[in-house]
């Protein structure tokens, strides 16, 4: 998506969809990461459970995200 958009503003000028990309990306590595730290942490059944409830609000915060960078990149809106 951000190849896309450097090629899309070369056309209709400067727009901030690939900071708000990498931001989506960012969070999805993080939702990686509290995944990895729950499996990691299986032998302490609470706190594994904590973490992996973390990883999926943060999993769907990008998900989220992404959608809408892509709907608003779709229209040119931002």
Do not use: C, N
Not at 60 to 78: D, H, N, S
């Amino acid at each position: 998506m951000i190849g896309l958009v450097k090629l899309a503003e070369a056309k209709h000028g400067s727009s901030h969809v690939d900071e708000y990309a990498a931001l989506a990306s960012v969070m999805f590595l993080a939702s990686a990461l509290t995944s990895y730290l729950s499996i990691r942490y299986s032998q302490r059944a609470g706190l594994s459970y904590r973490i992996e409830q973390i990883a999926d609000l943060i999993f769907l915060g990008g998900l989220i995200g992404i959608t809408l960078v892509a709907t608003l990149f779709a229209y040119e809106v931002i």
